[in-house]
């Protein structure tokens, strides 16, 4: 499963020449999940009121081309991989309407607990949403 986002990049997004801070894209693939997560049917506050919390363990972004301010944007956010401890996801940012790549991205997350800090198993109520979108994605 694909989700998609569009926005505009803002000026306080960008730097003196009107270029996009690098550590924006970081920012831009947080939401990308977030989405994703609701486009499945889960929502974020759901995970938090459950004391569910996924931390990113590693990230990385890939720079082709910056994006400037006043474009319009596409965040393209693709699950990877999911277990019940962790999950994967692959980003691709582009101007809207075009199909270069201008960024693209990957994160892992691990399911922790709010209470001890300590990895957790994902309960199947989200488990399952995800694991369908990931299904979906893989076929």
Do not use: C
Request: charged share 30%; net charge negative; aromatic share 12%.
């Amino acid at each position: 499963m694909s989700v998609k986002n569009f926005f505009r990049v803002h000026f306080y997004e960008t730097d003196l020449m009107g270029v996009v801070h690098h550590s924006n894209y970081i920012r831009w693939f947080e939401t990308g999940r977030v989405e994703f997560l609701r486009a499945v049917g889960i929502s974020l506050n759901d995970m938090i009121e459950d004391k569910i919390l996924f931390p990113i363990t590693e990230i990385k972004a890939k720079y082709f081309q910056p994006a400037k301010f006043d474009d319009e944007i596409e965040l393209e956010t693709n699950a990877l991989a999911l277990t019940k401890v962790k999950m994967e996801f692959n980003y691709k940012i582009r101007r809207k309407n075009e199909n270069e790549i201008l960024v693209s991205g990957y994160s892992q997350n691990v399911f922790t607990s709010m209470e001890t800090g300590k990895i957790i198993r994902l309960p199947d109520k989200y488990f399952l949403k995800l694991h369908n979108a990931v299904i979906e994605e893989m076929e």
